[in-house]
């Protein structure tokens, strides 16, 4: 029997400011001593009250222009309510009904969304797992989340997607996206059907922090559930992490739904009216030379596809590489 694959995927990238997204503590993905960069607001102490980071709603703006999504006229902040020992206060400062930016495209996949949070603290476990211990660094670090629609049908195109997204991220200045200091995260929706005009059951592979793991992931997850389907078995919603030295999905709780996580606007924030602001109306002009425009440019100039790609993933290198066409036009030679 032939089966089609859906994938819809989530993508958290924190974001590139000096402190966090509701405090002034300092925003250092690179710090390793635990819980130096923490303050009574990250850390949810009595009576703390939170203020927006103007640099994080720029951001997402300029992010949002460059994929050609709407700007909202009105945003606000939502709480986010589910317990997680690195969760402190309890519920998660983030954004439901009115995101800031919605729709857009890239690298040809449609987007739902582009809303801003703040990230979680970090926990590490013991090898046994006997016990964890909970770094608040990065407790309330701006996090951008972006919501595709599902219309991803293959782990090659998921892998892409997010290595443009990235690219993208790193050209706007707007955040570094290491996947290897947890930057950005994949979390990819997948589900599979028989019928082409009907989704399957829906699961969500989260802790996805390489291209790598992306692709081998999804793939896992595509051949586990057309097996259990194939054998007389159904498909559970949930939540499954993926476990690399195994390279295998395992199964971590139940598929939570909106309503479980009883969202209600942040009463201790004010709304936001992003086009009365002055300093906002101009950010589309501010817009770099983005990846897909530089590759066409390069095209044009007659490099070959490999030529123009190296020049386009390493920003440096393209950079000297325009430098040096300028006294000279063997664009080609100068690529080699």
């Known amino acids: 029997m032939e089966y089609f ?8 990238a924190e974001l590139k ?28 102490e009595p009576g703390a009250l939170p203020v927006i980071n103007k640099e994080a709603i720029r951001q997402m703006i300029r992010i949002g222009h460059a994929v050609g999504g709407t700007i909202a006229d009105f945003t606000e902040f939502d709480r986010k309510n ?4 690195d969760l402190p206060k309890g519920y998660q400062i983030s954004q439901y009904k009115y995101p800031i930016v919605s ?3 890239l690298n040809g996949v449609q987007l739902t ?13 013991s090898d046994k797992g006997e016990n964890s211990i909970i770094d608040f660094n990065r407790s309330g670090t701006p996090l951008m989340e972006l919501v595709t629609e599902p219309v991803l049908h ?15 991220l790193r050209y706007l200045g707007a955040s570094e996206a290491n996947m290897e200091k947890g930057q950005m995260r994949v979390e990819a929706n997948i589900s599979v059907s028989s019928d082409p005009g009907k989704l399957g059951t829906k699961v969500e592979v989260k802790n996805l922090n390489s291209f790598r793991a992306v692709e081998r ?16 078995g159904k498909v559970a919603q949930e939540t499954r992490g993926w476990n690399d030295a195994k390279q295998e999905t395992y199964s971590q709780r139940k598929k939570e739904d909106s309503h479980d996580y009883r969202y209600f606007p942040e009463p201790d924030l ?11 109306k101009s950010l589309r002009d501010s817009l770099p030379e983005l990846p897909w425009e530089k590759r066409e440019r390069y095209i044009k100039l007659g490099l070959t596809p490999a030529s123009s790609e190296v020049l386009v993933q390493n920003i440096e290198l393209g950079k000297y590489f325009d430098d040096t066409t300028k006294s000279s036009k063997e664009y080609q030679l100068i690529a080699n």
Do not use: W
Not at 19 to 44: L, Q, W, Y
Not at 159 to 165: G, V
């Open 5 to 12: 694959t859906t994938i819809g995927i989530e993508i958290h």
């Open 17 to 44: 400011t000096k402190s966090g997204m509701f405090c002034g503590c300092k925003n250092d993905p690179d710090e390793k001593r635990p819980n130096v960069n923490i303050c009574p607001v990250c850390t949810a």
């Open 82 to 85: 589910y317990f997680y020992p």
């Open 103 to 105: 729709g857009g495209m």
């Open 113 to 125: 969304r582009i809303h801003l949070e703040e990230d979680t603290a970090r926990s590490q476990h």
């Open 154 to 168: 293959s782990a090659r195109e998921t892998a892409n997607f997010a290595k443009e997204l990235q690219l993208l």
């Open 217 to 232: 992931a999804v793939d896992y997850e595509v051949k586990r559930q057309i097996a259990l389907i194939e054998t007389g």
């Open 270 to 280: 004010p709304k936001l009216y992003l086009s009365k602001i002055e300093e906002f």
